[in-house]
């Protein structure tokens, strides 16, 4: 099995990003992921993968 991420996996394959891509986008949502929670924007957070990339927030726990 692959160590990849669901989300990841997602990112490249429907979204076509590189590997390398997809890490960044991801780091970059873990950030705003946080600082959402630390704002108390829990709304917000539980919305990050749709509205960075149109997905349900069934990838919300590659992201925590």
């Known amino acids: 099995m692959s160590n990849e991420s669901r ?4 990112l ?6 590189t590997s390398e891509e997809a890490d ?3 780091s970059l949502a873990k950030e705003e ?3 959402l929670l630390e704002d108390g924007e829990t709304d917000a957070a539980y919305n990050i993968c749709e509205d960075m990339w149109g997905l349900e927030p069934d990838y ?3 992201l925590i």
């Open 7 to 10: 989300l990841k996996q997602v």
């Open 12 to 17: 490249m394959s429907r979204n076509g990003f």
């Open 24 to 26: 960044e986008e991801i």
């Open 33 to 35: 992921l946080n600082e």
């Open 60 to 62: 919300l726990e590659d």
